[in-house]
């Protein structure tokens, strides 16, 4: 499973860049007359660094080989359902609580009561988990609120870590429970499918030297540009796009009458471009930011031609409606998407129209050369347990993460990702599911979200897609490269939290048109001199210091 | 000429109307001064009882929140709470004053307040007049139905249906691509933003802004208009002599409360359309307090550019009320 937006709207996009990132006490003139909101994290020797016995001890643990093996990291992949699935568990983890949960969605809210597919899970988890689920593309802001009164935080919190709100580290210290005494080293060995996640993902959880949170472990391509593979072939279009100008051909070939060529491709432009994520390490060991990279600068050059051509959809130009819709009614035939979105898709569209189909580009890149993929984090989704002097709960809501860890092959993660057979689908011939309508409305990703186990693909129910996938990120897997800083979990001090919306606004409005590429080198100006050569300072540290 | 000679009179007789919903009349006055607190206390028990509910709503929602301000003078976090966030004295406000971006907000605020001002202030005046010379009660009651409605709607259901009609892929633009004619695209236009936000506020508020102008006309006493027919007055001079002069407190009393609102700028509206049209053209300073305080996290500095915006919204009040005054007008209140 994963997750479905990941860097797509302006929204997200936004919070994503200010990622972990920290209040907003702007003005460096002043920065001197406050305390620093930080704690040990805004020491730089230490950010980013994990001590050994923090983390949990790795045991693996294999139910069935996938048909699809991982290649250079990628996706691993099952095209088929073993005949006899393990049970896991033997009696529920649960101790018969109930836990308020909050997670994102990108997608129709499940009805809360009456629903099938929670009620079979609470009752083999042996908990409740009552969840209070917001839209996934104004997550960051909900989130913002939500945290800022402790008395309205759940109890389990999914933070998704391009919406880790301003002065996260204050609120990960007192709002949350440090999990550290219940997991690190061998504690988790009463946890196996806690313990079957990888060293890498758990590292992603530590907060200033504590393992703070549960995660739902990542791809190493998070994004990809997917085009209607259905209707291109109804059109009879069978060249795809090899660099950026033929790709703003063929969007503007796709356009006209009611049918737009594309939604809002910032996040193409940056995939194609292979705009690095955060910093650049230049060969004498400084720092380059993705804002003052020619990649960067093409990248938006890019998206604005695509715009002043009249390819992008008029809602896409305002911001409005949902971009997904868009692409699944075939108004517009090419889009980006995390690759989660992809199956996501297929489960909303398939039940009422089965020809449905999207397909990802090939990986190119704009000047036709070989391409930069970014590798993801290690994990793009964690959750956090409320602070509770109850000791008790915690290991419940543990052990139910355990529950919910269940690898591929167990009767948990059966009920987990496809619910109940007869409710949410049906064995056909071949042995595969088939979703029913229900599943179209209930089967939503929500517990997932709290914890998963490592990260594979076994979307078995539709036809033909667990091999496209696979195929292609296997392909796609040899562009990969590690982005500076890879891995580390740094959040940054509180006075760079407002850096990026300056430089946001700017990418929306020169992608409109409504300002020139002429902006960009005043806004760069702006943004170095507001706490943007701090910042580099604030990495550079870092990266000496390792 | 006798409606020229009765018109005078129109402003102190309302204004004795307003401000004399105190017990006593100006004669009374002096006397009234003499009567001790605790008799006036006693006296007026019953009321006082009856006031009573308000002003504890007021003081739980209102004034106790207000202490809350005391972080616009701190380094405030929401995790350490009020007790232990550092002070900074006047940091935040020095960081307001010399921020661009929020000066910026200041100048698209009072652009679109002046604007609207000059645009829409005038239409449920104008729409008032109208609607009070249809003579037919079915027709003028089905008529105010009507243009009332829209003032229901949420602003995300307006911007939808202006979306939906006006929008690049909207009807209107349908229609045109229809006939073979180019389309435009209003929603995402920045230079023609000021009318389509003032438009989406006329069609949904200028209605309901009608309301308390009827009110004043119904109260306008029809020998007035009888007296000045008699006397020769056309339907031109009766409206210049006698309709208009009962609006004026009405209209000052409104322009008034309107500066003290100049500062705020419909938030809704321009939230949700401010990825259509960008930044530049839609922060205003409630959209920039909303991003800075609760995106950002910065809340210090939020509530100080709120803080700073409720001082002068108040100062404006009370300057616009000082000049009605010095005017002769009743204004929002007067100095007993």
């Given at each position: 499973m994963t997750p479905t937006p990941?860097?797509?709207?302006a929204q997200s996009r936004r919070t994503f860049l200010t990622l972990i990132g920290a209040g907003v006490l702007g003005s460096t003139v002043l920065a001197g007359c406050r305390t620093e909101g930080g704690g040990a994290s805004s020491d730089p020797t230490t950010a980013g660094a994990v001590a050994d016995g923090v983390l949990p001890t790795y045991t693996a643990l294999d139910y069935v080989e996938p048909d699809f093996p991982s290649v250079n990291g990628s996706t691993a992949g099952f095209a088929t359902i073993p005949a006899e699935l393990v049970q896991a568990f033997d009696a529920p983890p649960g101790s018969g609580s109930t836990f308020t949960a909050m997670t994102p969605l990108w997608g129709a809210i499940p009805p809360s009561t009456g629903n099938q597919y929670y009620d079979a899970v609470n009752e083999a988890l042996g908990s409740t988990v009552k969840f209070q689920i917001s839209d996934g593309n104004t997550y960051g802001d909900k989130l913002a609120a939500v945290l800022a009164s402790a008395a309205d935080v759940p109890d389990w919190v999914c933070i998704p870590t391009w919406n880790i709100p301003p002065r996260f580290d204050q609120a990960v210290e007192t709002l949350f429970e440090d999990l550290t005494p219940f997991l690190a080293g061998d504690a988790i060995s009463q946890y196996k499918h806690l313990a079957n996640i990888p060293t890498d993902v758990w590292k992603f959880c530590v907060f200033d030297g504590k393992l703070k949170a549960l995660p739902f472990p990542g791809e190493i391509i998070t994004d990809a540009i997917f085009y209607r593979d259905d209707i291109f072939a109804e059109e009879g279009i069978t060249e795809l796009p090899t660099d950026g100008q033929a790709l703003l051909d063929l969007a503007k070939q796709l356009t006209g009458g009611n049918r737009w060529g594309a939604n809002d491709l910032w996040n193409t432009a940056v995939i194609i471009h292979g705009v690095v994520p955060k910093w650049q390490i230049n060969d004498d060991g400084t720092l380059t930011h993705r804002y003052e990279t020619d990649e960067y600068r093409a990248a938006l050059e890019w998206n604005a031609a695509l715009f002043s051509q009249g390819s992008v959809h008029p809602d896409a130009v305002a911001n409005t409606g949902d971009a997904k819709q868009r692409f699944e009614s075939g108004e517009v035939l090419i889009s980006n998407d995390g690759v989660g979105g992809w199956h996501e898709a297929l489960g909303r569209q398939l039940a009422t129209n089965p020809s449905y189909s999207q397909r990802p580009f090939t990986p190119f890149a704009a000047d036709g050369g070989s391409p930069v993929l970014w590798k993801g984090n290690p994990a793009n989704i964690i959750s956090f347990l409320k602070a509770n002097d109850d000791k008790a709960k915690i290991e419940e809501q543990i052990a139910i993460a355990d529950f919910l860890a269940s690898p591929y092959g167990t009767t948990e993660y059966a009920l987990i990702n496809?619910?109940?057979?007869?409710?949410?689908y049906n064995l056909g011939d071949d042995g595969l599911p088939i979703p029913t309508e229900l599943a179209a409305t209930e089967?939503?990703?929500?517990?997932?979200?709290?914890a998963d186990p490592p990260v594979v693909n076994t979307k078995v129910q539709y036809p033909g897609f667990v091999e496209a996938f696979c195929t292609w990120m296997a392909d796609a897997s040899q562009y990969v490269q590690d982005p500076a800083f890879f891995g580390m979990q740094i959040t940054e001090p509180n006075e760079f939290g407002s850096l990026a919306q300056p430089m946001t606004d700017l990418e929306s409005d020169i992608s409109r048109g409504r300002?020139?590429?002429?902006d960009l080198d005043p806004a760069i100006e702006n943004w170095r001199a507001s706490g943007g050569d701090e910042l580099r300072q604030f990495y550079q540290d870092i990266l000496d210091a390792q | 000429m006798t409606a020229q000679t009765q018109s005078p009179e129109v402003g102190p007789r309302a204004a004795v109307a307003s401000?004399?919903?105190?017990?006593?009349?100006g004669r009374n006055r002096p006397v009234a001064r003499k009567v001790s607190l605790r008799a006036r206390f006693a006296r007026d028990r019953s009321l006082i009882i009856m006031t009573l509910p308000a002003i504890i709503l007021m003081a739980v929602f209102a004034y106790v929140p207000m202490a809350g301000n005391v972080i616009a003078w701190q380094d405030y976090s929401p995790y350490v709470g009020i007790v232990n966030s550092p002070f900074v004295a006047w940091d935040n406000f020095v960081r307001v004053l010399s921020s661009p971006a929020f000066l910026h907000a200041v100048e698209n605020t009072l652009v679109i307040t002046a604007f609207q001002l000059v645009f829409f202030f005038p239409i449920p005046i104008i729409l008032a007049l109208l609607l009070n010379s249809v003579v037919t009660p079915s027709i003028r009651t089905t008529i105010q139905s009507i243009v009332y409605l829209p003032h229901f709607f949420s602003w995300v259901l307006v911007i939808t249906i202006f979306q939906q009609m006006f929008g690049g892929a909207g009807l209107v633009n349908q229609v045109l691509a229809g006939t073979g004619t180019s389309g435009f695209d209003w929603m995402t236009n920045p230079d023609t933003f000021l009318l389509l936000i003032t438009s989406q506020s006329v069609w949904k508020d200028a209605g309901w802004g009608i309301i308390i102008f009827l009110a004043a006309l119904s109260t306008i006493d029809p020998s007035l208009y009888e007296a000045s027919v008699v006397d020769g007055a056309n339907r031109w001079r009766r409206m210049w002599h006698i309709t208009l002069p009962a609006l004026r407190p009405v209209v000052i009393l409104l322009l008034i409360l309107r500066l003290g609102d100049a500062l705020t700028v419909g938030f809704e509206q321009l939230i949700l359309q401010r990825d259509a049209v960008g930044s530049q053209v839609s922060e205003v300073i409630d959209t920039y307090v909303y991003y800075q305080g609760v995106i950002n996290g910065d809340w210090s500095f939020a509530t100080a550019a709120g803080l700073m915006k409720g001082v002068i919204s108040l100062l404006l009040v009370l300057g616009a009320n000082k000049l009605a005054h010095m005017m002769g007008e009743a204004g929002v209140y007067q100095r007993s």
């Open positions: 990941r860097r797509l709207t496809s619910g109940v057979e007869g409710v949410h089967l939503q990703p929500t517990y997932i979200f709290l300002k020139s590429m002429d | 401000g004399g919903g105190r017990r006593s009349g």
